[in-house]
């Protein structure tokens, strides 16, 4: 149990997208009108799906931040034209610590709000204008400013409208095809994984770096990790941290099983992991964009065994 039972994990900025409490997504065939980028194509291979989404413009893979490398798609990619999320809202059915320990999409949003708590009480002391991110829960596919994506991406990132978007049936995949243990630390870390990069965007850390380079030492690495940090910096404070108006903090005081837990799950999303045990092939270092398993570690550790966001400077480091 990773929760507290009792805590209060109300939030007003997690919701589900479309199809109601059911998440149920979005009907299946085509839209007219309402698609914000219009999609071109089908039955494209699992492997290249996010290749040729990149390569077509429908998802932009610069302007999101996905939990995982190109060629690490999860799902049979997108099938048709998506509706902005109109309808949809908020999980009602999650209210206590106790929902959270029993629920992917409320543990989610447990996370999320731990994250709200403690960010918006550092950020501002290291020079960042805090703002608490939207987070959307959707089921097989998503409209969202950065384009239309699929349960395929992975969870990820929006910039352009401040939003994690995660569909829960990835921590089916996370445990089962990547290999990573089922701990809700594991699952917590990839929700804080996102919202690092919320913090990211914040900061500004994302202008002038180059997003499409590729490697150890690339700056998409560097970008990677440091959210890696910061989902380290969360986990460091997570059991300390006061939860909504000042209550009881959301998470009891973690275990070392959680930190492994957590570590088994930034191991699992690493690149040189995701090219031969799971995709069977070679390891190419030049390709990575997200970091070896070690490096994802090393830098969640970083963060922490510290608990401080200056800790986080991947950008600085000589090598990462
Ligand atoms: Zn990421």
């Known amino acids: ?18 199809g109601g409490s059911s998440g149920g997504g979005f009907p299946r065939g085509p839209r007219r ?29 610069s302007v999101l931040d996905s939990l995982l490398g190109a060629g690490s798609a999860t799902g049979s990619g997108y099938e048709q034209p998506v509706q902005p999320h109109t309808r949809g809202g908020a999980l009602t059915e999650c209210r206590t610590g106790a929902d959270a320990n029993r629920n992917d999409d409320c543990l989610v949003q447990a996370t999320v709000e731990s994250a709200d708590g403690l960010w918006s009480r550092i950020a501002p002391a290291a020079g960042i204008k805090f703002r608490e ?16 994506a699929t349960s395929a991406t992975g969870p990820f990132y929006c910039p352009a409208d401040s939003t994690i978007y995660i569909d829960t049936s990835f921590y089916r995949e996370l445990q089962a095809r990547f290999g990573s ?20 965007n914040l900061q500004g850390a994302m202008r002038g770096i180059n997003r499409r380079s590729t490697g150890p030492q690339s700056d998409a690495v560097r970008l990677e990790l440091q ?14 941290t006061p939860g909504p108006g000042n ?5 009891k005081p973690l ?15 690493g690149d040189d992991h995701i090219q031969k045990d799971v995709a069977g092939g070679q390891v190419q270092p030049e390709s990575w964009t997200h970091g070896s398993s070690q490096q994802r570690q090393r830098w969640f550790i970083t963060g922490y065994n510290s608990g401080e966001i200056r800790t986080c400077d991947t950008f600085s480091a000589d090598r990462v």
């Open 1 to 18: 149990m990773t929760f507290d039972p009792n805590a209060d994990i109300r939030s007003d900025n997690v919701r589900r997208a479309g």
């Open 33 to 61: 009108g309402r698609v914000a980028i219009p999609m071109t194509g089908g039955g494209i291979g699992i492997t290249l799906v996010v290749f040729v989404l990149a390569a077509t413009g429908v998802i932009p893979a």
């Open 133 to 148: 991110p939207q987070t959307v829960i959707f089921s097989r596919q998503v409209a969202t400013a950065c384009g239309n």
């Open 181 to 200: 243990s089922s701990g809700q630390l594991a699952k917590s870390y990839v929700v804080a994984h996102e919202y690092g990069h919320h913090i990211q």
């Open 227 to 240: 959210a890696d940090c910061y989902a380290g910096v969360w986990a460091r404070h997570a059991a300390s």
């Open 247 to 251: 209550s009881a903090p959301l998470l």
């Open 255 to 269: 275990t070392k099983k959680d930190v492994q837990d957590a570590l088994s799950a930034a191991a699992a999303v």
